[in-house]
């Protein structure tokens, strides 16, 4: 295995991984909610009365953040996204980590993140075996 080092961007990653694992935290202990995607995603299909108004700014907040970097960062920060799969793949790996979020109650940010600090058995589980799946998937589709 070797390793990109023109974008290997370690301190990139660690401010990233700061900012979510301190949004998740901030939002747990001021709202006593759990910060994960599909979960909020899922709770706009059925919203209980004034539940919908935050969880529509937090998807608008996750679709700008991007937009807003891609406005405001210096253009050696910024880089063309390389995709080597088909609309086809693309559309099947959605479902299927769609179904994967619904079937394991939850998704990477929500187990991942928030039930991992928790110390919650079900999340470790749960992580595990996303995990596992996406190593065994890697290693076929790139090695086998």
Avoid: K
Avoid at 21 to 49: E, K, M, Q, T, Y
Avoid at 85 to 90: C, E, K, R
Avoid at 95 to 119: D, E, K, M, Q
Avoid at 135 to 142: G, I, P
Wanted: overall charge positive; some cysteine; hydrophobic content about 55%.
């Amino acid at each position: 295995m070797t390793i990109d080092w023109l974008h290997f961007t370690p301190w990139l990653s660690l401010a990233g991984g700061l900012l979510i694992g301190g949004a998740a935290a901030l939002f747990i202990l001021l709202n006593g909610r759990v910060l994960g995607i599909s979960g909020i995603l899922g709770g706009l299909l059925a919203p209980r009365p004034g539940d919908a108004g935050w969880r529509i700014a937090f998807l608008l907040g996750l679709a700008a953040a991007p937009a807003t970097f891609w406005l405001l960062a210096p253009a050696g920060l910024l880089a063309a996204p390389r995709i080597d799969a088909g609309l086809g793949t693309l559309v099947v790996a959605g479902l299927l980590v769609g179904f994967g979020t619904r079937y394991g109650s939850g998704c990477t940010s929500g187990h991942g993140v928030c039930g991992i600090a928790r110390l919650s058995p079900r999340s470790l589980a749960a992580t595990a075996a996303f995990m596992a799946a996406g190593f065994v998937t890697v290693y076929l589709l790139r090695h086998a």
